[in-house]
């Protein structure tokens, strides 16, 4: 199915280079609005309800999960995919699958698990997704995985190390990892996925963080992108302030995401007009595209400095992600004492007798975060996260 009006610089679905497994084309729908169906189907996306962005998920209903920031991104890759023409379908793809290899508890569990790993080939959450999508999804009878198209698997593989890629390339030449190997960029609508990615956790971070008491709105006074956005708000509406603060930082949030998608864009399409491209395949050889402007750039790192030091480290949070990086290590101890013996202490899916520590490490990584708290107690006769 070719699909009218895209940029010529933009993955047409028609010139798609297909599936690991050949299948007939459907006739009602893209290959990419294919992934993207098969990815909002499939466990491993039902699983991000239960698991962490920032927050442990028994900390609070209202806090963001890796769904809610899945669907996040989404909304904004697309919003901006249809204003650079280019391919909306296979962004929200990426965007919606592009977490489905996180483990429990957020970058507390996935740093455990990958120092538990560590002698064992390591573990990346990038090439997680990628495995969750080419092998541990089981639904179909004719393949493992999801068989999805070579671009959305392409854009899920944010970052590869360089060992692993040469790995990924050995399997599959000129495939899904070649633009590591190769020193290639990764296609426009991966890199709008990237930074819609880190758009929305910057933003929606703030507002757990406040909702959470753990930062205050006042902490980002100092910041260009947070002061600029809210004294607008306060122009057009000034009692806000004193009547509904939570209404102030609703509208202030909502206006930095607004400046970031507006300069995002108009920043992408002059480089576009300035760069010698005039098909998809020169993008691999171009500089990153994607991009801010200057200002905004700086305005963005300096927000992301600012959470890190407040919010990221905070000694709540810290508190909370290394009892959660304790659980992940106590189960992965756990499980790889006892699998030689019982290897029925994991899912007859998951047994692996060739590599026992990667079985493991695909369990825990495809458990949520109340799983997890739910092993770990009843393994250890208690709660990790009790008082």
């Avoid at 960029?185 to 990237?194: C, G, P, T």
């Avoid at 200057?294 to 990221?312: E, S």
């Avoid at 810290?318 to 290590?329: E, F, I, N, P, Y």
């Amino acid at each position: 199915m070719k699909m009218f009006g895209l940029a010529p610089w933009a993955l047409d679905p028609a010139q798609s280079r297909g599936r690991r497994v050949a299948e007939p084309a459907d006739p009602a729908r893209s290959e990419h609005q294919r992934d993207r169906d098969r990815i909002v189907h499939c466990t491993a996306f039902r699983r991000l309800v239960y698991k962490t962005q920032v927050f442990i998920n028994h900390e609070g209903d209202l806090f963001r999960t890796r769904l809610t920031h899945s669907l996040e991104v989404a909304q904004l890759s697309r919003s901006m995919a249809r204003a650079l023409r280019l391919n909306e379908d296979l962004v929200e793809a990426i965007a919606l699958a592009h977490d489905l290899g996180h483990t429990p508890f957020g970058h507390a569990g996935q740093d455990a698990l990958a120092a538990c790993m560590q002698a064992h080939g390591g573990f990346e959450h990038n090439l997680q997704s990628l495995r969750v999508v080419d092998s541990l999804e089981i639904r179909y009878a004719a393949f493992d995985g999801l068989n999805l198209t070579l671009e959305t698997r392409a854009g899920i593989l944010k970052h590869c190390s360089r060992r692993n890629a040469e790995l990924l390339e050995l399997a599959e030449p000129g495939g899904v990892a070649h633009r590591f190997v190769a020193g290639h960029q990764a296609s426009l609508e991966a890199q709008l996925v990237n930074m819609a990615d880190a758009m929305a956790y910057h933003v929606h971070d703030i507002d757990d963080g406040v909702r959470a008491g753990l930062v205050s709105m006042a902490s980002f006074a100092d910041l260009a992108l947070f002061a600029n956005c809210q004294s607008e708000v306060l122009r057009t509406y000034p009692r806000l302030a004193h009547d509904s603060p939570r209404r102030l930082l609703a509208e202030t949030l909502r206006r930095m995401l607004a400046a970031m998608v507006r300069d995002l864009v108009a920043s992408t399409a002059q480089a576009l007009r300035e760069s010698a491209i005039t098909h998809s395949a020169d993008v691999a050889l171009a500089p990153p595209l994607v991009r801010f402007s200057a200002d905004m750039q700086a305005q963005v790192t300096a927000l992301g400095q600012h959470l890190f030091r407040t919010l990221y480290r905070h000694a709540q949070v810290q508190a909370m992600t290394d009892k959660a990086r304790g659980v992940v290590t106590a189960l992965f101890a756990a499980y790889t004492k006892t699998y030689a013996t019982t290897p029925s202490q994991l899912p007859a899916d998951h047994a692996n007798d060739s590599d026992p520590a990667r079985a493991v490490a695909d369990y825990i990584a495809g458990m949520t975060d109340r799983y997890a708290q739910r092993e770990y107690q009843r393994l250890h006769g208690r709660d990790p996260f009790g008082a």
